[in-house]
C-alpha cells in the first residue's frame, strides 16, 4: 500500500491505496475516533474533491477509527469556526460547504463502499451517498445531534435516509432520532452486510479488490449511472433543507 501525495494534507483522514488502486480513506481525530467539526467538514469538501479528480482511484474504501464511525464533535478552539464570524456568517459557511460536501461525495465517479466500523450518529448520511454499505456488529446508524440542538434535521438527511428508509420510516427516523442497530440496519436494507469487527475491513477490500479488476471505464460509468438519482434528489432538496435549518438554528439563538 501507499499513499497518494495530497494524503499528508489532511489531519482527519489517513489514505492508502493498493496497486490495483483502491484507496482506503481512515476518517480520524487525533489517531482515534473521528470527532465532526467545522474544519474536519472544510478537509472533506477539498479532500473528496481530490480523490474524485484523480484517475490512480480505482475504487474508495470509506471508514472509521476505533469504535466509533462518527458519534461525537470536536469543538475544541482550532477545530471551530473562525471565532470573528458572526452567527449569520457561520450558518452561512455551513449552508455553502453543506451543499459541496455531498456534491463532492457524490462526483467521486468510482465505485464507493463503507465500512462502518461503529456508531454513526453524526452525518450518517455521507454513508448512503456509497455503493455498498458494510457494517460491523457494533455500528448503529442515527441523525442524533439535530434535535438535541433544537435544529431541523434537513441538512441531507431529510433526503437521503427517506429515500434509503421509504418516506414513513425515514420521517420516524429523523424525528424520533431513532437508533437503528446493525442488525436492524440490515433487515431495512440500510447495509448490505453485517460483519465482526475483525472481518470488517478485509471483507470490504476483498470486494474492492475485485471490482477494481474490472475495466476502467466499466468502473465509472457503474458509479457515474447509479448515482444520477441522489444526485437529482440532492440537487433538487438539498438547497432548502439547509436554509431551513440554518433559519432553525438562528430562531433560537
Given at each position: 500500500m501507499t499513499a497518494p501525495g495530497y494524503a499528508g494534507d489532511y489531519s482527519v483522514l489517513a489514505m492508502a491505496r493498493s496497486e490495483a488502486g483502491v484507496l482506503e480513506m481512515r476518517l480520524h481525530s487525533d489517531g482515534g475516533p473521528f470527532r465532526f467539526s467545522a474544519v474536519a467538514r472544510a478537509q472533506l469538501i477539498d479532500a473528496f474533491g481530490r480523490v474524485g479528480a484523480d484517475r490512480a482511484n480505482r475504487v474508495v474504501i470509506l471508514t472509521g477509527t476505533g469504535d466509533d464511525w462518527c458519534a461525537e464533535f470536536d469543538r475544541s478552539p482550532a477545530m471551530s469556526p473562525d471565532p470573528a464570524l458572526t452567527l449569520a456568517e457561520r450558518w452561512g459557511v455551513q449552508f455553502r460547504e453543506g451543499r459541496r460536501l455531498l456534491a463532492a461525495l457524490?462526483?467521486?465517479?468510482?465505485?464507493?463502499?463503507?465500512?462502518v466500523n461503529g456508531p454513526a450518529l453524526i452525518h450518517s448520511e455521507y454513508l448512503l451517498t456509497c455503493d455498498i454499505i458494510l457494517a460491523a456488529e457494533g455500528a448503529a446508524f442515527?441523525?442524533?445531534?439535530?434535535l438535541d440542538n433544537g435544529v431541523s434535521p434537513t441538512d441531507g438527511v431529510h433526503v437521503l435516509w427517506p429515500d434509503v428508509l421509504g418516506s414513513v420510516r425515514g420521517r420516524y427516523f429523523l424525528l424520533t432520532q431513532q437508533r437503528i442497530e446493525a442488525a436492524d440496519a440490515l433487515a431495512l436494507g440500510v447495509?448490505?452486510?453485517v460483519l465482526a469487527a475483525e472481518a470488517l475491513l478485509p471483507?470490504?477490500?476483498?470486494?474492492?479488490?475485485?471490482?477494481?479488476?474490472?475495466?476502467?471505464?466499466?468502473?465509472r460509468g457503474a458509479r457515474v449511472g447509479l448515482t444520477q438519482r441522489l444526485k437529482r434528489l440532492v440537487t433538487a432538496d438539498l438547497p432548502i433543507g439547509l436554509a431551513l435549518e440554518s433559519v432553525s438554528a438562528l430562531a433560537k439563538a
Open positions: 457524490l462526483d467521486v465517479d468510482v465505485p464507493m463502499i463503507a465500512a442515527q441523525d442524533k445531534p439535530h447495509c448490505n452486510e471483507r470490504a477490500h476483498a470486494i474492492a479488490e475485485r471490482l477494481a479488476r474490472q475495466p476502467d471505464q466499466t468502473l
